[in-house]
């Protein structure tokens, strides 16, 4: 095939039949298909089937009963059963209008590119379909940041943060990757050097559904951000960064009642720990649950060691503050910096160490010498195109 069309969908059904009527006009006498990796908890994937069923063009559906590594892991499960060279990564809510294929299929013909990349900041491009001036503002700044961040690698790139853009497989090496959130662009041009050019878009508004931005989509990125460019141990810094705060604030609070600096601190140190614990399990260590055992052992040797740590470090505290060496304040912050670093390599080494070895994975043509392993939720295309 000429072209793959991945579009990774969390629950999208009032999108999915004008998104593939609008595909279909966009890519006619193109030997093209599309495949939707989904992870909705609602009926998108019957949607998808129904909608494939009477489709013009081979359209498959991969459903993810356990999705990893959120919409970047998508894209590249995507990748993996892909029939073409060239793949197209798109988001489902037609905010990013399907008309504007053909412009990046064409630049991607002319040759002397890896990735063409859909700019709103290019040209005549536009970022109108976002929400409100918040919205605008907050991507601008997100934008400016990451090229700040990464200046060679995006300096031919205005847009990083955009889900709209042409790749040619072959030229991603996914032992490189480590797909988490959702700026699968920014993952694949941080990781190595590609040749980028871009062609201009309008956002668009969305055509139906909810939006999937959040507070929480927000604080994955900065994670993804950060880890990017510093590594592991500047999300577990960030994840402990809040921990501290929320522990110097429990103790203030608590202290501010009349509780005493042992009681407070104790309960401090519970509260964070298991919030911290979350926080890595979700953004930090993701990529590595699959393989370090059932969450309950991570959870336990997490709990076991902090409260060891914790039974050391409090008193440790404790006895400066009652010499009046420093303020209890002070002496949280000192000793939480300290134990940062314990903290950090205990988890890396122990608590997220590998139980087994590590699955391979590869993103190949299904025709190549590599094996992909395709869940038993996909849908065939034989079943799916007309």
């Not at 991570?298 to 050391?312: C, G, H, Q, T, V």
């Not at 670093?341 to 190549?368: C, E, G, N, W």
Request: glycine share 6%; aromatic share 8%; charged share 20%.
């Amino acid at each position: 095939m000429d072209l793959t069309i991945i579009i990774p969908t969390f629950n999208e059904a009032p999108n999915v039949a004008e998104l593939v009527r609008r595909i279909q006009l966009a890519v006619a006498g193109t030997d093209a298909e599309i495949v939707f990796v989904d992870d909705s908890n609602d009926d998108t994937p019957r949607v998808i089937e129904e909608v494939a069923a009477a489709a013009s063009m081979p359209v498959r559906l991969l459903h993810r009963d356990d999705p990893q590594g959120g919409l970047s892991g998508a894209v590249l499960e995507g990748m993996a059963i892909a029939q073409s060279d060239w793949c197209l990564v798109m988001d489902g809510d037609l905010q990013h209008p399907p008309e504007v294929i053909p412009s990046l299929v064409a630049r991607a013909r002319r040759g002397g590119v890896d990735v063409v990349v859909a700019s709103r900041y290019v040209g005549d491009g536009t970022a109108h379909g976002l929400a409100n001036g918040i919205r605008t503002l907050v991507s601008r700044a997100s934008t400016l940041v990451t090229k700040a961040m990464f200046p060679i690698r995006l300096q031919d790139c205005t847009d990083p943060m955009t889900g709209f853009f042409l790749v040619h497989r072959p030229s991603v090496v996914p032992d490189e990757l480590q797909p988490r959130g959702f700026k699968i662009l920014l993952e694949l041009l941080a990781r190595r050097p590609f040749r980028v050019a871009e062609v201009p878009f309008d956002f668009a508004q969305r055509f139906g559904g909810e939006s999937k931005a959040s507070l929480v989509q927000g604080f994955r990125f900065l994670m993804q951000l950060a880890m990017l460019r510093f590594g592991r141990m500047s999300g577990f810094a960030l994840v402990g960064g809040l921990g501290a705060v929320a522990n110097i604030a429990i103790v203030a609070l608590l202290s501010s009642f009349g509780m005493s600096y042992l009681v407070a601190s104790v309960i401090a140190a519970e509260v964070t720990i298991l919030g911290n614990f979350a926080l890595l399990e979700r953004f930090v260590f993701s990529d590595l649950r699959q393989e370090s055992g059932s969450m309950w052992k991570r959870l336990w040797k997490s709990f076991a060691f902090n409260n060891i740590e914790s039974a050391i470090r409090i008193p440790i505290a404790t006895a400066a503050v009652s010499a009046g060496i420093m303020h209890g304040t002070v002496a949280t912050t000192v000793t939480l910096a300290i134990a940062f670093v314990v903290r950090f390599t205990f988890h890396s080494l122990v608590v997220y160490a590998p139980q087994r070895k590590a699955r391979v994975s590869a993103i190949a043509k299904p025709d190549t010498a590599a094996t992909v392993t395709v869940p038993a939720t996909v849908a065939e295309p034989e079943r799916l195109a007309s």
